[in-house]
T-cell receptor
Framework: DTEVTQTPKHLVMGMTNKKSLKCEQH?????MYWYKQKAKKPPELMFV???????INESVPSRFSPECPNSSLLNLHLHALQPEDSALYLC????????????????FGQGTRLTVV | LAKTTQPISMDSYEGQEVNITCSHN???????ITWYQQFPSQGPRFIIQ???TKVTNEVASLFIPADRKSSTLSLPRVSLSDTAVYYC??????????????FGAGTRLFVKA
């Protein structure tokens, strides 16, 4: 299995709703990432989890709350979002380091298209 | 993280070789250079990664000069399906913190028949 699976593919939510995005990988990767991508813009890094611990938070508003319940799952909990939060949310994972420290490729899911109304 | 600069867009024709150059003047000693491809409404897909000289795989080649301040992604004999956005990334190993992948603006490649 060489895939990163994201659910749902599409999500429409109101500004007072609470919803969650899910991401799953079974490649044994121990680093997982959330990105946000607006139309015609590059992906922007939001969070990095390494060995199930939050290691990087790129100053993301608290209405976005990540969670990594185990090494295969990554969630993004959403609450009180604004219309400007509408975007494609991408999850990615990268394999553990081998031997000496090496840069690694990241595997991305297909994303969740979020619309906040 | 080193900033990258790429052309905003490029046009090509089917069957041609396409070279996309990325500038990264502030690349650090332990930084690697990675290229991704992205189609509309899909996640980016890893193409190739290198540290110096030349790297080749089944889809592309990556040329990196000795000073490593730039790199060139070469796509041989492009087809219509290669129309996509191509991102150049430069970054160091993340250790236990994970790899901090920061995307630049990307190059929109349009392949014409």
């Amino acid at each position: 299995d060489t895939e990163v699976t994201q659910t749902p593919k599409h999500l429409v939510m109101g500004m007072t709703n609470k919803k969650s995005l899910k991401c799953e990988q079974h490649m044994g990767h121990r680093a997982m990432y959330w990105y946000k991508q607006k139309a015609k813009k590059p992906p922007e890094l939001m969070f990095v989890y390494s060995y199930e611990k939050l290691s990087i938070n790129e100053s993301v508003p608290s209405r976005f709350s990540p969670e990594c319940p185990n090494s295969s799952l990554l969630n993004l909990h959403l609450h009180a979002l604004q219309p400007e939060d509408s975007a494609l949310y991408l999850c990615a994972s990268s394999p553990p380091l081998r031997g000496r420290l090496m840069n690694t490729e990241a595997f991305f899911g297909q994303g969740t298209r979020l619309t906040v109304v | 993280l080193a900033k990258t600069t790429q052309p905003i867009s490029m046009d090509s024709y089917e069957g041609q070789e396409v070279n996309i150059t990325c500038s990264h003047n502030n690349i650090a000693t332990n930084d690697y250079i990675t290229w991704y491809q992205q189609f509309p409404s899909q996640g980016p897909r890893f193409i190739i990664q290198g540290y110096k000289t030349k790297v080749t795989n089944e889809v592309a080649s990556l040329f990196i000069p000795a000073d490593r301040k730039s790199s060139t992604l070469s796509l041989p004999r492009v087809s219509l399906s290669d129309t996509a956005v191509y991102y150049c990334l430069v970054g160091g190993p993340g250790g236990r913190r994970g790899f901090k992948t920061i995307f630049g603006a990307g190059t929109r490649l349009f392949v014409k028949a």
